[in-house]
C-alpha cells in the first residue's frame, strides 16, 4: 500500500483520534496559548479543510502545530517553498509570529487516552 499524501495523512490523524475539524482548531489554540506565542491563530475549520484536500499547503508554522499536536513528522508538509520562507511567518498563517524557543509538553489524545507527541523545540 502507497503511503498517504501529506493532506490525507492530516486527516487521518484526525479522525483517528475521533476529533472534529473545529475540535482539532481547539486543541492548535490550546498547544499555541501554553506553547506558542500565545496568540490567536488564523486557523478555523474551513483553513484544515483546505489544508486536508491539499486547496492549501501547510507552512512551516502550522506543521510545527501539527506535528506537536497530532504527531505527525513537520517535514511530511514542508514544501520548499516553505522551507526558504521559514523564518517568516506569513500574516495568513498567523496573526503573531514565534519568540523565542520554547518546549512543547504532551498533548492528551482523549479519544485514545494517551500522549500524541513527545517534547520538541521550536525554532527561534
Same mark, same amino acid.
Do not use: C, K
Given at each position: 500500500?502507497?503511503?498517504? &499524501?501529506?493532506?490525507?495523512? =492530516?486527516?487521518?490523524?484526525? =479522525?483517528?483520534?475521533? @476529533?472534529? /475539524?473545529?475540535?482539532?482548531? *481547539? /486543541?492548535?489554540?490550546? @498547544?499555541? %496559548? $501554553?506553547?506558542?506565542?500565545?496568540? $490567536? =491563530?488564523? *486557523?478555523?475549520?474551513?483553513?484544515?479543510?483546505? @489544508?486536508?484536500?491539499?486547496?492549501?499547503? #501547510?507552512?512551516?508554522?502550522?506543521?510545527?502545530?501539527?506535528?506537536? *499536536?497530532?504527531?505527525?513528522?513537520? &517535514?511530511?508538509?514542508?514544501?520548499?517553498?516553505?522551507?526558504?520562507?521559514?523564518?517568516? #511567518?506569513?500574516?495568513?498563517?498567523? *496573526?503573531?509570529?514565534?519568540?523565542?524557543?520554547?518546549?512543547?509538553?504532551?498533548?492528551?489524545?482523549?479519544?485514545?487516552?494517551? %500522549? %500524541?507527541?513527545?517534547?520538541?523545540?521550536?525554532?527561534?
Amino acid at each position: 500500500m502507497a503511503p498517504l &499524501d501529506p493532506h490525507d495523512e =492530516l486527516r487521518q490523524a484526525r =479522525l483517528r483520534r475521533g @476529533w472534529s /475539524r473545529p475540535e482539532l482548531v *481547539v /486543541r492548535l489554540q490550546r @498547544w499555541e %496559548t $501554553e506553547h506558542g506565542s500565545g496568540r $490567536e =491563530l488564523a *486557523v478555523d475549520r474551513n483553513s484544515l479543510y483546505r @489544508w486536508e484536500t491539499g486547496r492549501r499547503g #501547510v507552512s512551516e508554522f502550522y506543521a510545527i502545530r501539527f506535528e506537536a *499536536v497530532l504527531g505527525i513528522p513537520r &517535514d511530511r508538509f514542508i514544501d520548499g517553498r516553505s522551507r526558504r520562507h521559514a523564518g517568516r #511567518v506569513d500574516h495568513q498563517d498567523s *496573526v503573531g509570529a514565534i519568540g523565542g524557543a520554547a518546549t512543547a509538553s504532551p498533548i492528551p489524545d482523549g479519544a485514545l487516552g494517551r %500522549t %500524541t507527541t513527545a517534547p520538541m523545540e521550536l525554532p527561534s
